[in-house]
């Protein structure tokens, strides 16, 4: 996955197991773990370097201490990749963000892909006017049923981020965004960002900075 990332131009990959009460992921070992990682990678003279981070499930949030979101917090920079619960986006996933806030978190939200509807665009908006910023599966905004449903989001300003979502080197999609890059630089509004999109902005999360859009969001 590494070799596959590098040679998309990819140096620094997330990993974000998920957070979830179906997945045994012990919090405490994610940072030994990635050091050893890290360590085979530089062994292996493959130019990535892999950052500590998480997918955390809303339905998990109940049971996750303050210690414990850090820990899973993207590059341990306090902003929280989270999966909304499976459906139509609702008011629990607003509710969901302002609590990371009061906690000292942000919120970059996961796959919207997944929850296309007939209010989706109301959804988003209510949550970039929280806070929140949203994170696309890059494969998606290439082929697939939901493509025209992401591109929508683009043209509206309503993609901050890519990510490859990617779960095996052996099968799924690959660990590469360049191809939703692509996608994005046919967006009018986006098309003059694709480095803010693809470089800045997953950057200052991961330094914990609050990134602002260099493009507006349109309702």
């Not at 607003?94 to 892909?113: C, G, T, Y």
């Amino acid at each position: 996955m590494a070799r596959v990332a590098a040679a998309d131009g990819i140096r620094v990959i997330a990993a974000t197991p998920h957070i979830r009460h179906d997945h045994d992921v012990r919090i405490p070992e994610l940072v030994g773990r990635v050091e050893e990682v890290n360590r085979e990678l530089h062994h292996a003279r493959i130019p990535v370097d892999v950052v500590t981070g998480g997918e955390v499930a809303e339905t998990a949030l109940d049971g996750l201490t303050s210690e414990e979101l850090h820990a899973v917090s993207l590059g341990g920079g306090g902003w929280i990749l989270l999966e909304p619960r499976p459906g139509p986006l609702g008011d629990s996933l607003l509710d969901s963000v302002d609590r990371l806030q009061r906690m000292d978190f942000q919120a970059l939200i996961a796959h919207p892909e997944r929850h296309l509807s007939g209010d989706m665009i109301e959804r988003i908006r209510e949550l970039v006017d929280r806070g929140a910023l949203i994170q696309a599966t890059a494969a998606f905004l290439v082929r697939g049923g939901v493509r025209e449903g992401m591109l929508a989001l683009a043209r509206r300003g309503l993609i901050h981020v890519l990510a490859s979502d990617a779960h095996s080197s052996h099968g799924g999609r690959p660990l590469r965004i360049s191809g939703g890059i692509s996608a994005l630089a046919e967006v009018e509004m986006l098309g003059p960002h694709l480095e803010w999109i693809g470089e800045e902005a997953p950057a200052a999360i991961l330094r914990g900075d609050v990134p602002e859009p260099p493009f507006p969001a349109q309702f």
